[in-house]
């Protein structure tokens, strides 16, 4: 089961929008609604920012959102903010052995 | 709020085994589950197992499988992990994280990970 495959890096300019894609395939990201994103910062665990591709956890923050199109998933981040410079990964539910799947990360940079 | 302490590092030689403990403080596990996640130096993110309490038994992923044994004491909210030939490839950030679910087919299980422990530094060298 290989990784899901994200954009190495985005970036974008404070209160600007970024969008960060996900593709898998039929197996995970296509196949069901189990896609969730986290947030780390450097030295850090991770946060969970969405979670079933569109449902956001209590206390995160609403700039951010998901949605889904085929095997493609997407994190867009609104009024981009200083705080919001860190790596993103995304991870869905696969029918492999592998059971969970992540993506390769997103490294975000505000300009 | 629950928060979730992590065991402190461990420096391993190959082909011994380590045991990571994961504690809730100020809650239990309720009917969470516990998830493992490792992050290999300058890495990303790896998956490799979940138990819901409750019910007691663990899924894998399939690269771990044979070779990690995770299980769960309620009675102390306490969450174990224990990965067994150790070799330097294993040498990572191993996180616990609280974890809701959802029942997909059969004992697959989808977790996202809401609560996170900070991690504890496994480094296996000769």
């Known amino acids: 089961q290989s990784a899901l495959t994200q954009p190495a890096s985005v970036s974008g300019s404070p209160g600007q929008s970024i969008t960060i894609s996900c593709t898998g395939t039929?197996?995970?990201?296509?196949?069901?609604?189990?896609v969730s994103w986290y947030q780390q910062h450097p030295g850090k665990a991770p946060k969970l920012m969405i979670y079933?591709?569109?449902n956001r956890p209590s206390g995160v923050s609403n700039r951010f959102s998901g949605s889904k199109s085929g095997n493609t998933a997407s994190l867009t981040i609104s009024g981009l903010q200083a705080e919001d410079e860190a790596d993103y990964y995304c991870?869905?539910?696969?029918?492999?052995?592998?059971?969970?799947?992540f993506g390769t990360g997103t490294k975000v940079t505000v300009l | 709020q629950v928060q979730l302490v992590q065991s402190g590092a461990e420096v391993k030689k190959p082909g011994s085994s380590v045991k990571v403990s994961c504690k809730a403080s100020?809650?239990?596990?309720?009917?969470?589950?516990i998830s493992w996640v490792r992050q290999a130096p300058g890495q990303g993110l790896e998956w490799m197992g979940g138990?819901?309490?409750?019910?007691?038994?663990?899924n894998y992923a399939q690269k771990f499988q044979g070779r990690v044994t995770i299980t769960a004491d309620e009675s102390t909210s306490t969450a174990y992990m224990e990965l067994s030939s150790l070799r330097s490839e294993d040498t990572a950030v191993y996180y616990c994280a609280r974890a809701g679910w959802t029942a997909v087919a059969g004992t697959h299980y989808y977790y996202y990970m809401d609560v996170w422990g900070k991690g504890t530094t496994v480094t296996v060298s000769s």
């Open positions: 079933e591709v569109s």
């Open positions: 991870s869905s539910y696969t029918s492999s052995s592998t059971l969970k799947v």
């Open positions: 039929s197996s995970d990201v296509g196949g069901y609604n189990y």
């Open positions: 138990i819901i309490p409750i019910f007691g038994t663990a």
């Open positions: 100020g809650g239990t596990f309720s009917s969470y589950a």
